[in-house]
């Protein structure tokens, strides 16, 4: 599939940059493909150097639930951009941007922008130690939040594609203070309680698992989730960088009915440019400097540029009727391709929350990360290599989600489905 031009980009991209990439899954190694290399996009479809087109179902990994180069958003862009890029100093448009993700987001009362995902949990951790003077955190096995050190324990999508277990450079005193549990287990969290009494300050868990391809929560593990923080003095944090603005307008917190003490934003909020957030109750909020003692920082953070296309996308989200062409698009192509994997016979198992799916293929089912790992990856390989060859651009990694967008009309469903057909014929 890849051609002539991106091939090249390839080997002079190996020479300066590790493996190519700037983010280890594009390098799309666990399907056996070399990368395309993208030029451009428009709506639901990207184009590679060599002029071959793709209907896009990655959509740079969830921020663009517009689809790409969205008119509205490009122009609030370049209307920002010619009136300067960075001041370093308080800009109109983040109070209007936080005002906007207060009203929202059903447990936010305060929010600090900040520039990735990454920097939102860990920042959030930070508080959280901050704020409970403990010093454990609880994570769930298979969720992703970030490659910050205590938060690559068991850490999902990107590891889990590549095949490692842990990763070097991060001492054992760091990793030490994080607990990893199986997701949807609340037993193992009440014992993890009862073994560190005193000592946890924070759970943080993806409220709709999406790195190690999509796991819903089982009914009550959120709001068990919620009860075993109250009852132990821990704080409750939604890692909510893939599942905000996706499963709901207020995000799973909406959609589930639990709210959390804090929650983290990214990919969508920023429109697709670096912003990211973290947010929740006024008392812990204020905790942050320079209103308390606990620092967090940014030259970047609330970005002019980002700020202007998060506006707009929030904007344009609230418009009636988004959320159930989503959840429509969505189910479509949901169903028709599990329609086409049970008639050809192929293990498989699939779970799908509003614009987010996965199918596993393994007979499951899948509710944590071990049972995940049960799936065939070369049968997933094998199914991502047709696809591509159909141009239809899907996640590299059995471990992620198809992830719908606005763009995702129809036709763009059909074809996928048609492309699907055509792919397991050769099986
Ligand atoms: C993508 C993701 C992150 C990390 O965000 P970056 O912007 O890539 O740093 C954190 N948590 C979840 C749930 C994510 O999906």
């Given at each position: 599939m890849t051609d002539r031009r991106s091939l090249e980009l390839w080997a002079r991209a190996q020479e300066v940059i590790p493996g190519g990439v700037n983010s280890p899954v594009r390098a799309m190694a666990a399907v056996g493909q070399n990368p395309p290399f993208i030029k451009s996009g428009r709506g639901a479809y990207i184009e590679d150097v060599d002029g071959n087109r793709y209907l896009d179902y990655v959509g740079s990994w969830g921020p663009l639930i517009l689809g790409h180069a969205h008119p509205e958003v490009v122009k609030a862009v370049q209307r920002a951009a010619e009136k300067g890029t960075s001041f370093g100093a308080p800009t109109e448009a983040e109070v209007l941007f936080a005002e906007k993700l207060v009203k929202l987001v059903p447990s936010l009362e305060m929010v600090r922008l900040v520039s990735s995902g990454t920097e939102a949990t860990m920042s959030a951790l930070r508080l959280?130690?901050?704020?409970?003077?403990?010093?454990?955190?609880?994570?769930?096995?298979?969720?992703?939040?970030?490659?910050?050190?205590?938060?690559?324990?068991?850490?999902?999508?990107?590891?889990?594609?590549?095949?490692?277990?842990?990763?070097?450079?991060?001492?054992?005193?760091?990793?030490?203070?994080?607990?990893?549990?199986?997701?949807?287990?609340?037993?193992?969290?009440?014992?993890?309680?009862?073994?560190?009494?005193?000592?946890?300050?924070?759970?943080?868990?993806?409220?709709?698992?999406?790195?190690?391809?999509?796991?819903?929560?089982?009914?009550?593990?959120?709001?068990?989730?919620?009860?075993?923080?109250?009852?132990?003095?821990?704080?409750?944090?939604?890692?909510?960088?893939?599942?905000?603005?996706?499963?709901?307008?207020?995000?799973?917190?909406?959609?589930?009915?639990?709210?959390?003490?804090?929650?983290?934003?990214?990919k969508i909020v920023g429109g697709g440019l670096p912003l990211a957030a973290y947010g929740g109750r006024r008392e812990i909020m204020q905790r942050v400097a320079p209103c308390g003692p606990v620092y967090q920082a940014g030259t970047l953070s609330g970005n002019?540029?980002?700020?202007?296309?998060?506006?707009?996308?929030?904007?344009?989200?609230?418009?009636?009727?988004?959320?159930?062409?989503?959840?429509?698009?969505?189910?479509?192509?949901?169903?028709?391709?599990?329609?086409?994997?049970?008639?050809?016979?192929?293990?498989?198992?699939?779970?799908?929350?509003?614009?987010?799916?996965?199918?596993?293929?393994?007979?499951?089912?899948?509710?944590?990360?071990?049972?995940?790992?049960?799936?065939?990856?070369?049968?997933?390989?094998?199914?991502?290599?047709?696809m591509l060859k159909r141009g239809i651009y899907l996640a590299p990694s059995q471990f992620e989600a198809t992830l719908v967008c606005l763009a995702h009309g129809p036709q763009e469903i059909d074809a996928a489905l048609a492309a699907a057909e055509e792919t397991v014929k050769e099986f």
């Open positions: 959280a130690r901050g704020y409970t003077g403990r010093d454990l955190i609880v994570k769930f096995d298979g969720c992703y939040h970030g490659h910050s050190d205590g938060l690559l324990v068991s850490a999902g999508s990107g590891l889990a594609t590549l095949g490692l277990p842990a990763c070097p450079g991060v001492p054992e005193a760091i990793a030490g203070a994080t607990l990893s549990l199986p997701y949807n287990d609340l037993e193992s969290l009440a014992s993890a309680f009862a073994s560190h009494d005193g000592q946890i300050a924070a759970v943080i868990v993806e409220p709709v698992a999406g790195n190690m391809g999509v796991v819903e929560p089982k009914p009550g593990f959120l709001a068990g989730l919620r009860q075993l923080c109250d009852q132990h003095g821990a704080l409750l944090i939604f890692d909510e960088v893939i599942t905000g603005f996706r499963v709901a307008l207020g995000g799973a917190q909406e959609r589930f009915g639990v709210l959390p003490d804090l929650t983290t934003l990214g002019p540029l980002a700020t202007a296309a998060g506006l707009m996308v929030l904007e344009l989200l609230q418009a009636p009727r988004v959320y159930e062409t989503l959840e429509e698009s969505s189910a479509r192509l949901y169903d028709g391709l599990g329609q086409i994997l049970a008639a050809k016979g192929l293990p498989h198992c699939g779970q799908r929350v509003g614009a987010m799916f996965t199918y596993f293929f393994t007979a499951g089912p899948v509710t944590d990360y071990a049972s995940a790992k049960t799936s065939d990856t070369a049968l997933f390989a094998r199914f991502h290599r047709g």
